[in-house]
């Protein structure tokens, strides 16, 4: 099996930083993407950042200048630095990786963790 666990979330005022890490451990041959997503209270849960195993990286315009993502390969673990918080960005944070389990096979899987609450107060 994988595991995604994640840590960081907690309550920050406006104008504030926050850094959430996700590790990921198990069955693990190789992890293509990782991201971040993020559900608000009646809101679909949406892309926050994404990161290839290369490193390229991918924003929503939302978070785009003020989010960062990174991830140390060796580690398994993908990071989000979240500067300049807002209100709207109050919502759980769930970390998703493309996980290759095995190396005779190319088939990959979609993994979540069970997600990190982060509040932003105005």
């Known amino acids: 099996q994988v595991q995604l666990v994640e840590s960081g979330g907690g309550l920050v005022q406006a104008g504030g930083s926050l850094r959430l890490s996700c590790a990921a451990s198990g069955s693990i041959y190789s992890i293509n993407t990782m991201g971040w997503y993020r559900q608000a209270p009646g809101k679909q849960r949406e892309l926050v950042a994404q990161i290839t195993r290369g490193g390229s990286t991918n924003y929503a315009d939302s978070v785009s200048g003020r989010f960062t993502i990174s991830r140390d390969n060796a580690k398994i673990t993908v990071y989000l630095q979240m500067n300049s918080l807002k209100p709207e960005d109050t919502a759980v944070y769930y970390c998703?990786?493309?996980?290759?389990?095995?190396?005779?096979?190319?088939?990959?899987?979609?993994?979540w963790g069970q997600g990190t609450q982060v509040t932003v107060s105005s």
């Open positions: 998703n990786a493309d996980v290759r389990r095995y190396s005779f096979s190319s088939i990959s899987d979609d993994y």
